[in-house]
């Protein structure tokens, strides 16, 4: 089911790319990067501790609504039923930016709660957003100069 879903995804992404590089032609190389980007940051989210840290962060932003509708009707609380139904509401209208806060809120509890996971702290410094317009010159430097 990982790969499965690792394909998908990774389909989609170079459908977006395939999308992007037809209207900015020269731009190859930065679609290229975004594209292996989004695929470490899709391998990195299905790690187990990433995952849990993925289903926290989903009902931080999305799941007590679904909480909040079901016990509202349920139990015939009008407030409740609306605040968890209109919050839905909006998390379905196109455009939402709730998925990449709900990564971003994900990442952040990662680094909070496994502070001393050194390899997934480390596949987690490597996602930075910085790394993909870099060359590989401005790379070895930044490299070179970590090491001394």
């Not at 501790?49 to 999305?62: C, D, P, R, V």
């Not at 039923?81 to 909006?90: E, P, R």
Request: with cysteine; charged share 20%.
């Amino acid at each position: 089911m990982k790969n499965a879903t690792t394909a998908v995804i990774a389909l989609d992404i170079l459908a977006i790319a395939i999308t992007i590089g037809l209207q900015f032609p020269r731009s190859e190389r930065l679609i290229y990067r975004l594209m292996r980007w989004c695929l470490d940051l899709v391998k990195v989210l299905f790690t187990p501790k990433l995952l849990l840290t993925f289903g926290i962060a989903w009902f931080i932003t999305n799941g007590w609504s679904y909480v909040a509708l079901a016990v509202g009707v349920r139990y015939h609380i009008t407030w409740l039923a609306t605040v968890g139904g209109t919050w839905l509401t909006i998390l379905w209208i196109p455009g939402t930016p709730e998925k990449i806060l709900t990564v971003a809120i994900a990442i952040w509890l990662a680094k909070i709660l496994f502070p001393r996971d050194t390899e997934l702290q480390a596949q987690l410094n490597k996602l930075k957003l910085v790394e993909i317009n870099k060359t590989k010159k401005e790379k070895n430097a930044n490299e070179a100069r970590n090491k001394n």
